[in-house]
């Protein structure tokens, strides 16, 4: 019998691929920035 659950997508993307998107974006931030998201709570959490 086959699964009946329904893939949860964000903005057409997997969960992966939501993670790898989120990964490379912060890349791209400074220092500082980076630090704020921490500050904040923010992470990338997966």
Do not use: D, H, I, P
Request: hydrophobic share 25%; proline share 0%; net charge positive.
């Amino acid at each position: 019998m086959k699964s009946k659950k329904k893939r949860l997508l964000f903005s057409g993307m997997g969960y992966r691929e939501v993670q790898r998107s989120n990964s490379s974006r912060r890349k791209r931030l400074s220092k500082k920035e980076k630090a704020w998201l921490k500050e904040q709570g923010y992470k990338n959490v997966g």
